[in-house]
C-alpha cells in the first residue's frame, strides 16, 4: 500500500493565480434580461388525476422472467406522472420507473399500490391479472 498523498491546497489568495471569474462580477449589468419561464400547469390535486378509471396490473414479459407492477390511467404527463410516480415508489419503498403512459414499480406490489392509490382518492380502481 502506498502512502496517501497531501490533498490539501493553499487559500486561493496565498495561491498566486489569479481568479477567472473574478472579471465576470463588473460584466454583471451589461447582460440582457432573460425571458422567464413558467413550468406547465398541473392539475390542481391527484384526486383531480385519478379521476378516471386506474388499471393496476402484473406483468412478466419482457422484462427478464422478473415480476413488475404496472398502473395505468393515472390522467398526468410528463415530469407530474414522472412526481406522482417517485411519490408512490417512495411510500411503498420499492424501484421502478415510468414508461409511457403507465407507472412500474418492481415486484408483485398490486394489492399495496391499489391500497396506497385508495387512500389517495381513487375510487375506480381495477386489478388485472
Known sequence: ????????FPPPEQSGGSNPF?????????LPQGTETRPAAEPASSTAAL??????????????GKTATLVEGV???GAALEAF???MRQSLGTGGGVEGDAIVISG??????????????????VAGN
Not at 1 to 8: E, G, L, Y
Not at 22 to 30: D, E, K, N
Not at 51 to 64: Q, S
Not at 115 to 125: D, S, V
Open 1 to 8: 500500500m502506498s502512502k496517501p498523498r497531501n490533498t490539501t
Open 108 to 125: 408483485d406490489q398490486v394489492e399495496r399500490a391499489m391500497a396506497w392509490l385508495r387512500a389517495r382518492g381513487a375510487t375506480r380502481l
Open 85 to 87: 410516480g417517485r411519490e
Open 51 to 64: 379521476a378516471g378509471k386506474i388499471v393496476v396490473r402484473r406483468e412478466k414479459k419482457g422484462r427478464g
Open 22 to 30: 473574478g472579471a465576470l462580477a463588473s460584466l454583471r449589468g451589461a
Open 75 to 77: 390522467s398526468l404527463k
